[in-house]
Each structure stands twice: as structure tokens, then as C-alpha cells.
């Protein structure tokens, strides 16, 4: 009963917390990112190719992952509430290869480019 008691009491402290936080006032909740310098260490910003797609930061890819060469874009959008907004420096759909590995042209996968397979013939 009493780890009941505890555990509830924490919940409670954790979203009286979260309540207390303070709204971002420059932007809706659904807008997580305007430009990948905002992602954490490892992240970029991307965002769907549907109309009113929400951007969020992800991950950079990783070796084996499926990648395409696409470069950073800056764009202007408007959701259907009436914000505007300007991305910069955010990529469509996914980030690109860590910056260990490059996005292979005849696989479309991360690749590390130190991995040589001298078994190939071209």
C-alpha cells in the first residue's frame, strides 16, 4: 500500500511539474523544430511532404539504413490555424548518413566509406 501511496505521489509531483512549465510562446506544440540547429547532438530536423507536415528532429541514420542524397532545404508553410512559419536548414522525410558514412549510390544505404570489398568487379 505504502509503494502505492509513493508511487502515486511522485506522478502527481511529476505532472503538477509539467504543468507548471510555461507554453512556448513563439510556436504551437506541433512545430518541434524550425531548423536542424535546434535538434539535439546526433539530430536534424525533418518534415514530411504532405501538406501540413509537423516537423520533429530524428536521428542521423545509421550504417545499413536506407538514405537518399537529398540536401537541406529552407521552406515557408502555413498550417491551417494561421501559422506561419519559415524552416531552415531541415531535410524531407529523414536526416542524412551519420557523418561517418555516406549514403551508397548503387544501394541507397549508409555505408561506411572506409569498407572496401576488393572481391567486386566492375
Known amino acids: 500500500m505504502k509503494e502505492r501511496l509513493a508511487t502515486f505521489l511522485v506522478l502527481l509531483s511529476l505532472a503538477a511539474f ?21 535538434c539535439g547532438k546526433g539530430q536534424c530536423c525533418t518534415i514530411g511532404t504532405g501538406r501540413f507536415s509537423m516537423p520533429a528532429c530524428r536521428n542521423y541514420l545509421d550504417k545499413g539504413e536506407s ?8 521552406t515557408n508553410l502555413t498550417y491551417p490555424d494561421g501559422f506561419h512559419v519559415m524552416y531552415e536548414n531541415i531535410y ?9 558514412l555516406r549514403c ?16 567486386v568487379i566492375d
Open 92 to 100: 524531407y522525410n529523414f536526416c542524412p548518413c551519420a557523418s561517418n
Open 18 to 38: 509539467a504543468y507548471s512549465l510555461p507554453p512556448r510562446k513563439d510556436r504551437p506544440f506541433y512545430v518541434d523544430c524550425l531548423t536542424s540547429r535546434e
Open 67 to 74: 538514405c537518399n542524397h537529398g540536401q537541406p532545404v529552407s
Open 104 to 119: 551508397s549510390e548503387t544501394t541507397a544505404t549508409c555505408e561506411d566509406p572506409t569498407d572496401t570489398d576488393f572481391n
